[in-house]
């Protein structure tokens, strides 16, 4: 009974929330998504020759392919970026943004690093989560006519992004006997579950949200670090990652679990 009570004040809060935070939601989760990418792309310009060096070192591909490397990165991650946030062409950016995605996992190696690779999953997941938001509000000009029903793709996209999202919370498991790390464990995978199956999601998301940015701030500090140290560019690539998966959960807080989710089947019962 104190169980369902908690749970039930815990919904009503986080409904007040959304009802609040309705108008500019979408908006915040649009900037955190693309927060890495834009990160990324300014980084490419003020390292320019680092990053092609690196590339021309590592592929022996010469210094026009590495600099065409570098050119694609800073101008596809830019301009997606610059797309998404006017809301033009968003599915295109989209499609941009994943390419280069798989083009940074097999350029830096990605590949062979699991906890990278599961993290850039994760962000494909977030973009799979922004092209189910673009698919609803091209949808929603053509409000008043009759519609079979939620589109499938859409609702699959919601399905990919929300599995692929939950990748990021397994690379922050910590496999010690500490009291703290196995409660951060038990209760990070039990929300984790709820968001990847799609029951209470809303709310799971949510709390998500709160519990991984206080976890980025604590950990990933770059701005206490000091430029020049190798680990500064570290944290702070890590702190616009995970940054941008919470703008995947403010998403999926935003436009719901979808067709294929446990709250969506309630409604039938």
């Not at 998403?251 to 979808?258: K, N």
Request: net charge neutral; glycine share 8%.
């Amino acid at each position: 009974m104190v169980r369902s009570d908690l749970m039930s004040t815990a919904e009503d809060v986080a409904d007040q929330f959304l009802r609040v935070t309705k108008q500019y939601l979408p908006h915040l989760a649009r900037l955190c998504l693309i927060s890495t990418f834009l990160e990324d792309g300014i980084r490419m310009w003020f390292q320019w020759y680092e990053q092609r060096d690196y590339i021309e070192a590592t592929w022996n591909c010469g210094y026009f392919l590495a600099t065409c490397f570098v050119l694609l990165n800073l101008l596809g991650q830019l301009g997606g970026c610059v797309l998404i946030l006017s809301r033009n062409f968003v599915q295109y950016a989209c499609f941009g943004l994943f390419g280069i995605i798989a083009l940074q996992t097999v350029a830096y190696s990605i590949l062979w690093d699991l906890k990278f690779l599961m993290r850039n999953l994760a962000l494909g997941g977030g973009l799979l989560l922004l092209l189910a938001e673009s698919r609803s509000e091209g949808k929603s000009m053509f409000a008043g006519v009759p519609s079979m029903g939620e589109s499938s793709p859409k609702q699959y996209m919601q399905l990919g992004g929300r599995v692929l999202l939950v990748l990021m919370f397994m690379t922050l498991l910590h496999f010690d006997t500490s009291f703290f790390s196995i409660l951060q464990n038990m209760v990070g995978t039990a929300l984790i579950i709820l968001v990847a199956v799609g029951f209470k999601t809303k709310l799971a998301a949510l709390t998500l949200v709160v519990w991984l940015f206080a976890i980025n701030v604590y950990f990933n500090a770059f701005w206490t670090v000091p430029a020049y140290k190798p680990m500064h560019d570290f944290l702070k690539y890590d702190f616009f990652q995970t940054m941008s998966v919470i703008g995947g959960l403010l998403l999926v807080v935003a436009l719901g679990p979808g067709g294929v989710s446990m709250d969506e089947k309630k409604k039938e019962w």
